[in-house]
């Protein structure tokens, strides 16, 4: 079994910025997932506060395992795109400057007919984002959940190679009613990233649910042994998102990971 690195999405806990790296390391969390959105805004970062978040960092014995920044449009949509490629691109050079890999975000509508042009639009955005991932080294990583496993690596391979990256997010393409196995296969090694959470499908309202991990239909051992086959080194990160007891769930996440 390969060396389990597990991380805390610090927006999931709902504390104070510092309140909630002290919390993540009491948990046994080696690494933190950053809101670069509504936590610490990038273009707000000055060197000297970059270097002072990276002595609290280390005060925690904590690292930056990636950077979430979800846009309320998806890089399909002509609307503000601009703006929103831009701010990603800052987004990109933060994770760079605090250590993480990658930016998770939700990409947009993946049109399944390759001439369609929000697609072409889409494969042009993120081509350009890839550009920049391999001047910064933190790349763009695409959240799993609103498609297929199949129907996003068939995106990822019409870019050139090692434009994007797939965080995977089990829980989300439980609740969409997609299966997080086949979706871990399909993935293989484009996925860099993964966000751990769980979800099942409410037959009698026709609808998905996050519940706490290990409570849902995610087949977490099944999922750790089809990434080892594609040799995953990347970080689990605890997700939730709806919960009247965050903390609680959370540490309970990590230890659940923790004994599998």
């Keep these: 079994m390969f060396d389990l690195k597990i991380g805390v999405q610090l927006s999931s806990l709902r504390l104070p910025f510092q309140k909630s790296l002290r919390a993540a390391s009491e948990m046994g969390a080696g690494a ?3 809101d670069g959105r509504y936590g610490l805004k990038p273009a707000e970062m000055s060197r000297t506060g970059i270097r002072h978040l990276k002595k609290i960092l ?8 990636a950077i979430g920044f979800r846009t309320r449009r998806g890089y399909n949509v002509l609307e503000d795109l601009d703006a929103r490629v831009e701010a990603t ?12 890999l990658v930016v998770v975000n939700q ?7 390759k001439d369609d042009q929000s697609r072409q639009l889409l494969i042009e955005v993120l081509t350009e984002l890839g550009k920049h991932g391999q001047k910064t080294g933190t790349f763009l990583a695409a959240e799993t ?7 996003l690596a ?29 979706a871990a296969r399909d993935l293989g090694n484009h996925i860099q990233y993964v966000r751990a959470k769980d979800g099942m499908r409410d037959l009698a309202q026709g609808r998905g649910l996050e519940v706490a991990l290990g409570r ?22 605890l997700e939730r998102e709806q919960s009247n007891d965050p ?5 309970a996440g990590v230890k659940y990971l923790r004994n599998l």
Excluded at 58 to 65: A, E, F, I, Q
Aim: contains cysteine; glycine residues 12%; charged residues 20%.
């Design 89 to 100: 691109k800052q987004a990109m050079s933060l994770g760079y400057q605090l250590g993480a």
């Design 32 to 34: 933190v997932e950053i």
């Design 145 to 151: 959940g609103n498609e297929s496993g199949a129907e």
């Design 247 to 251: 903390l609680g769930e959370i540490s």
């Design 154 to 182: 068939d995106l990822v391979t019409d870019l050139p190679e090692g434009s994007l990256a797939v965080a995977l997010n089990p829980g989300n393409l439980v609740i969409h009613g997609f299966s997080a196995s086949e």
């Design 216 to 237: 849902g239909t995610v087949d977490w051992p099944e999922i750790m042994g089809l990434l080892e086959d594609h040799n995953y080194r990347g970080y689990f990160t």
């Design 107 to 113: 990409i947009g509508h993946v049109a399944a007919d």
């Design 58 to 65: 280390d005060t925690s014995n904590l690292r930056v395992c």
